[in-house]
């Protein structure tokens, strides 16, 4: 497992640029399956966790007042959790390096979510463990009344917020950019997007919303098109596109 390296700020929470983000996760990439660097394709997730970070992953009915779908234990201690038989909330023993996932995402229709969630999850792993250390007093403390648990939400997108109000909302930006990187490296995404004009006879070129109706067409439909390939959410595909700047919107500074 490649470590990061990088900078950290006072409460020990990595200080990144998108652009070192992105070339760790093309590293990650390369040291866990090569072949997935320029190949476009889903990542088998399973074994990234539980092969390559040494992760164990526990599927059980997280109950905490927000819809939590993913929680990681850095250190060991306990976790509210729906017990099967009896309904009643009860607390879950934890050893450090579990990732906890809801129960909910084991259903098919929900894959594309759980290999999200649990890829997010294994970014916190990769370069969060020195902001939930238990020697640090300046962590996250508070968090579900754990220090030791960083947890993904639903429903909370993270990906395009412009500001950090605190380290968690900081570490919540990472893990998802990273976990996006990881998911769609940047190699593989850039084939699939040649693929995808090809397919239509088309030049590939950065799509600009409301310049032309064929161009919005194709900002509408290469999402999907990535989506099915990398085995990720629609939304998921999209930002990562509007990342990257494949797609944009019209007026976007960087047009000539």
């Known amino acids: 497992m490649l470590e990061l390296n990088t900078c950290y700020t006072f409460s020990q929470v990595p200080y990144i640029t998108y652009d070192a ?27 990234f966790l539980e092969f390559y970070l040494r992760l164990t992953v526990d599927f059980r009915r997280i109950c905490y007042n927000k819809k939590v779908l993913g929680m990681t234990a850095f250190n060991n201690g306990m976790v509210d959790i729906m017990d099967d038989d009896t309904g009643l909330v009860v607390e879950l023993p934890v050893m450090a390096g579990t ?15 759980r290999r999200f969630t649990m890829t997010h999850e294994g970014c916190h792993w990769l370069i ?14 508070g968090t579900y009344a754990n220090q030791y648990l960083a947890a993904k939400e639903g429903r909370v997108d993270y990906s395009r917020s412009q500001k950090e109000r605190s380290d968690i909302e900081s570490m919540e930006r ?10 769609m490296p940047k190699p593989a995404l850039r084939e699939a997007f040649k693929d995808f004009f ?35 959410s629609k939304r998921a595909a999209l930002i ?16 000539v």
């Open 21 to 47: 983000l992105e070339q760790y996760a093309m590293a990650l990439v390369h040291d866990f399956a090569p072949e997935s660097l320029r190949t476009p394709g889903p990542i088998d997730v399973d074994a």
């Open 240 to 255: 990562r596109l509007e990342k990257l700047t494949a797609i944009v919107n019209k007026g976007w500074p960087g047009r």
């Open 174 to 183: 990472q893990a998802d950019f990273l976990a996006s990187a990881i998911l």
């Open 99 to 113: 990732v906890i996932i809801d129960s909910s995402l084991e259903i098919k229709r929900n894959e594309k979510r």
């Open 128 to 141: 969060h463990r020195k902001a939930f250390a238990e020697d640090n007093p300046f962590g996250p403390a």
């Open 198 to 232: 090809t397919f239509y006879g088309d030049k590939p070129r950065r799509l600009v919303r409301g310049i032309s109706p064929m161009d919005d067409c194709y900002a509408e439909q290469l999402p999907e098109y990535v989506s099915k390939i990398f085995n990720v």
